[in-house]
Structures are given as structure tokens and as C-alpha cells.
């Protein structure tokens, strides 16, 4: 561990008196929906809900990724967002002119990649769920990204995803540990995966786990692990290269825990070189001339920029000037571990299919 990692860590534990009323807070509202006296709205729609407990990357983008795959083909279906650091307010539909700015990134990331389906945004989904139903009156389903702990609409499946290297069981409250929720929420959960788990995980590990997240008879647990596919060129996706041996690569990352891809680049680059900026970050045209002037000073000539999808999603504004830059966007995707996939799949399908069989009848 380096001295800013021990640092920081030393830091936070100087602020438990603040966790600790932070924790007191989130368990006196929970206390007051699990008594009614707050309430969710209950829709009659199979509404599923994607979140964790913890901030930070657990992998929720490309779980709603999974989804979307799993569903279109079947359903008419669309996504729920916040929409974190856009620049509007409200209830906004994703359209033809629409930007990560009017969006936020990750619903802008999937708007881009399933243009089929309906992208919604909205802080208040309690009011923005009625406007989609409105504006797509053939919505069969409506995935809810990042709203396990948002209460005020009550979803009729609910997953939560927790990292393999930091378990929800282990953490603790903001600003001391990462929890945003109490790890007694969980219970809530129909559906709980351990994300970035190691592609060898064994069966005696998977009950470690279990162990751990103590899950109810009710919940089922899977296990993912983290898969890459061929980095493609920022403006043209049809343009793809390998990451080999004797590259030198500048990773542009404005993401929670870029840590999985670093350690992807140990293992299959030469080198790598990092340009740093916060989850979410709005890029200007300084920053552009900076990641340039960075990559400039690479000698070798096995060398190309390496960004995330959330972040490229953040550049493709500089479209102009990226066309002549080798700037390769990184896709990332859930693998179930053990063959429990199918499992999965049809966890999810069977809800949507007996949610809508019963508004039928």
C-alpha cells in the first residue's frame, strides 16, 4: 500500500463520528418505510431495479447492458436513470440530438449502444416513471439503473450487485467505509451478484462468500466475472486492434475503480501510462490537448490511448479531432461464473413473463 492509499485510509477513519450519523440517518428513513410511514409507489408494470449498497464501480453499467441484451428481443423495454452530472433537470427521453450533457454519461452509453429501446432520465423516478409510460405506451418492462436505495418507487425485482474485493458485509458508512445503505437492506434483494470475482473462483471460495452474505432462502447469489472484448476506435467502432506485448498505452480513465483495467494492461501491454480525472468527469478541449501532448511523449511507435465506454461517451463531442487520434474505447461485459447464466436469465425473463401474464388476467 503507498503513503496516499494509507493516507486517505487514515483520513477516513478521522471521520467515523461523521459516518456514524451518517449511518444513523439512513437507518431511521429505512425504519420509516419498513413501517409505512413513508411510502413507495407500487406500479402495476414489472419494474426491475439494478443498485448496490456501496458507491463506486460494482459493475451496474454493464449489468443494465446484460439486461437490455437478455430482454429487447422479447420486450418492449426501456431504462431509468438519475442521469449523474448532466446539465438538466427533470424528465428527459433520450432522442436523435440528444448528449451525454442533457443525459449523463452511462444513460448516454446506453442510448448509443441499444438506439431501439427508450432512455429516460429523471431524479424523481416516482414522478418520471408515469412520463415514460406516457411517452411509450408499449413499455413491457423498465429497467431501473441505481435506485435500490431510492425507495419512493417499489420495484418488483430487485438485484444488487456487491465487488468481489470490497463485499457489502465487510464495509462500513460513508465517509469512513463505502456503504450509502445499511447492509440489513440487503434483505430487500431478490437477487444479489458478486461482481469481478476471479475468472478460477472455486467452489470452496463461492461458499466463503456465501458465508459472508449470509443471503435469506429467498435471495439467489450468482458469481461474475469481468470480460474484455477487442478495444474498437472511438469514431469509427468498426476499426478494432488488440492490446499485444510491445504496446505502450495511454489509459484515459474518469471512472470509480479503474483498478480491473489496470491490471488487464500489466498483463497483456508492454507498459502503461495513466491520464487520471474524477468519476464522471465533463471533458474540456485543455484536457483533450493534454491527453495529446501525454501521448505525444510516448516514443515508441507501438502506442495508442485506451478509455473506458463511460468515458468515451464524455469525448465523442471532440469527434473532429479524434478521428486522426488512435483513441480505442475498452468494452467490458458480465461473465456468470459456473454455468449459472442460464439460471439467471431465466430468473429475470420468468419475472417479466408472469408479472405481464397476471396483468392479463
Not at 46 to 60: D, R
Not at 138 to 159: S, W
Not at 186 to 205: M, N, S, Y
Amino acid at each position: 500500500m503507498n503513503f496516499n492509499a494509507i493516507f486517505l485510509k487514515s483520513f477516513r477513519v478521522l471521520l467515523l463520528p461523521f459516518a456514524i450519523l451518517y449511518g444513523i440517518i439512513i437507518k431511521i428513513r429505512n425504519f420509516l418505510y419498513d413501517k409505512k410511514y413513508l411510502h413507495s409507489a407500487d406500479f402495476n408494470f414489472p419494474i426491475i431495479c439494478i443498485g448496490n449498497l456501496s458507491v463506486g464501480g460494482t459493475g451496474k453499467s454493464p449489468m443494465v447492458e446484460y439486461l437490455i441484451r437478455l430482454m429487447k428481443e422479447e420486450f418492449e423495454i426501456a431504462t431509468l436513470s438519475r442521469g449523474y452530472k448532466r446539465k438538466t433537470k427533470g424528465y428527459v427521453l433520450a432522442n436523435d440530438t440528444t448528449t451525454a450533457l442533457e443525459i449523463g454519461d452511462e444513460p448516454m452509453q446506453f442510448h448509443l449502444k441499444f438506439p431501439e429501446i427508450s432512455v429516460a432520465v429523471g431524479e424523481e423516478r416516482l414522478v418520471a416513471v408515469p412520463h415514460l409510460l406516457q411517452d411509450n405506451p408499449h413499455l413491457q418492462t423498465i429497467i431501473l439503473d441505481d435506485a435500490f436505495q431510492h425507495r419512493e418507487v417499489k420495484a418488483g425485482l430487485n438485484i444488487i450487485l456487491t465487488d468481489y474485493n470490497n463485499l457489502y458485509p465487510n464495509d462500513f458508512f460513508l465517509p469512513t467505509g463505502d456503504l450509502r445503505d445499511e447492509k440489513t437492506s440487503a434483505k430487500r434483494a431478490d437477487i444479489i451478484i458478486v461482481t469481478k470475482c476471479p475468472e478460477e473462483l472455486t467452489e470452496q471460495q463461492k461458499q466463503t462468500l456465501l458465508r459472508q452474505l449470509k443471503p435469506t432462502s429467498k435471495q439467489q447469489v450468482f458469481y461474475t466475472t469481468i470480460m474484455y472484448a477487442l478495444p474498437y476506435h472511438i469514431t469509427n467502432p468498426e476499426n478494432r486492434r488488440m492490446i499485444t506485448g510491445n504496446d505502450e498505452i495511454l489509459l484515459v480513465c474518469g471512472i470509480a475503480n479503474p483498478k480491473p483495467i489496470k491490471e488487464l494492461l500489466l498483463q497483456q501491454a508492454a507498459t502503461y501510462y495513466q491520464k487520471s480525472y474524477e468519476d464522471h468527469h465533463i471533458f474540456s478541449i485543455d484536457d483533450l490537448n493534454e491527453i495529446k501532448e501525454k501521448y505525444n511523449n510516448i516514443t515508441t511507435p507501438d502506442k495508442f490511448i485506451l478509455t473506458t465506454e463511460k468515458d468515451a461517451v464524455r469525448l465523442i463531442k471532440f469527434s473532429e479531432e479524434l478521428k486522426e487520434l488512435p483513441m480505442y474505447v475498452l468494452p467490458i461485459k458480465h461473465e456468470f461464473l459456473f454455468d449459472e447464466g442460464p439460471i439467471f436469465n431465466e430468473a429475470v425473463l420468468s419475472f417479466v413473463r408472469t408479472f405481464r401474464k397476471n396483468m392479463a388476467s
